[in-house]
């Protein structure tokens, strides 16, 4: 199976796997200073014939709508597995209290204005753009032609995402979007973390949550990653390891 991953709150994930859906972001609430403000473009269009072009361009970029996974990838050799990747749990999970939910990349279904890649990273990336038809079509037909440059290039300090990225152009800006991911939902991933197990009322195995964690063991397989004498393992059943960091999958 070609493993997606999405991290986040425990709380957003038991809600994604209840509906089976994913919810689309906003360009101009990404957490990239890049891509928040691509959809300015006074800068390079203030000198075009059409005074209203820069505003055609802020509309058409607001129609974009994105959806972010983590994925595995390799360097050197060296293979980077989406779930085991700390920063992301840090980051996106709740420092561990949240959850990794697992998809299955060849079951996404997609709709007809998504378009899906993986992200690349360089050292410069450009903020605006020019374009050379100014006009509502001719800008509209740019965007979508270079969608691969525009919305999949990030700086170099992302590349620890190891991002695969879907968009979708939608009719209304404020149009909340979602990817139907019935097909494509495979597991959950729960962290138990020493440092989290510390504080029992956080705990998410004998605290607040555990109600939750037993409901969503009923609807999805859950996995349990966890910080043992030889480092990190997966653990599919308990005393049941699938995948430890020494020797991999099991």
């Not at 020019?130 to 079509?137: H, L």
């Not at 939608?170 to 149009?175: A, G, Y």
Request: a negative charge; charged letters at 30%; proline letters at 2%.
């Amino acid at each position: 199976m070609s493993r997606l991953y999405h991290f986040t709150s425990f709380e957003s994930a038991y809600k994604i796997i209840a509906t089976r859906r994913l919810r689309f972001g906003k360009a101009y609430k990404m957490n990239d200073l890049i891509e928040s403000n691509r959809i300015v473009f006074d800068r390079v269009l203030s000198l075009s014939p059409l005074k209203d072009s820069s505003l055609y361009a802020e509309r058409e970029m607001r129609r974009y709508q994105q959806l972010s996974f983590v994925q595995d990838k390799e360097y050197d050799e060296v293979s980077f597995l989406g779930f085991d990747l700390h920063s992301m749990w840090g980051l996106y999970a709740d420092k561990g209290y949240g959850a990794c939910l697992v998809f299955d990349k060849d079951k996404l279904a997609f709709e007809a204005n998504d378009y899906a890649n993986d992200v690349m990273y360089r050292n410069m990336v450009p903020e605006s753009f020019d374009f050379k038809n100014k006009s509502r079509p001719g800008i509209k037909a740019e965007i979508w032609r270079r969608k691969d440059e525009i919305f999949f290039n990030k700086r170099e300090e992302w590349k620890y995402e190891q991002e695969y990225r879907i968009i979708r152009r939608v009719q209304r800006e404020d149009n909340d979007e979602y990817l139907d991911v019935s097909d494509s939902l495979s597991f959950a991933i729960i962290c138990k973390d020493y440092s989290v197990e510390l504080e029992e009322n956080l705990s998410m195995f004998d605290g607040d949550h555990f109600d939750y964690r037993h409901s969503l063991k009923k609807q999805i397989p859950v996995l349990t990653y966890e910080n043992g004498l030889d480092g990190y393992t997966l653990f599919q059943n308990y005393m049941d390891p699938i995948w430890t960091e020494q020797c991999g999958f099991i």
